[in-house]
């Protein structure tokens, strides 16, 4: 099994930036992509961005192309979501989640398609 934990929410002024980190352990081989996904007080949960645990490709919501850029580091087996210049509306609590070996399949950007959540990290942007 894969274990996940993010960190590094927390209150910020409209216009800042922040850096989640997603850290990864247990079976971190049988992980094919690790996504990031915010959730809102009454909204669905919202893709942001996703990164293959191996190899170059990323993805990015289009509504968030530009101030949010996910990277990977498999040294320490950590993703993280690099937010610039944030807006109140990114206020959520972001999820870290993983596509495994074991998923059933489907669309990187749909939560259905990731069998593995973190707990989650609460951003506040504060206007």
């Known amino acids: 099994q894969v274990q996940l934990v993010e960190s590094g929410g927390g209150l910020v002024q409209a216009g800042g930036s922040l850096r989640l980190s997603c850290a990864a352990s247990g079976r971190t081989s049988s992980i094919l992509v690790l996504g990031w996904f915010r959730q809102a007080p009454g909204k669905e949960r919202e893709f942001a961005a996703g990164i293959r645990w191996s190899g170059p490709t990323t993805y990015h919501a289009d509504s968030m192309k530009g101030r949010f850029t996910i990277s990977r580091d498999n040294v320490k087996n950590t993703v993280y979501l690099q937010m610039s210049s944030l807006k109140p509306d990114d206020t959520a609590f972001y999820y870290c989640?993983?596509?495994?070996?074991?998923?059933?399949?489907?669309?990187?950007?749909?939560?259905?398609?990731?069998?593995?959540w973190g707990q989650g990290t609460q951003v506040t942007v504060s206007s």
């Open positions: 989640a993983a596509i495994t070996t074991a998923s059933t399949g489907g669309s990187s950007s749909h939560p259905a398609s990731y069998d593995t």
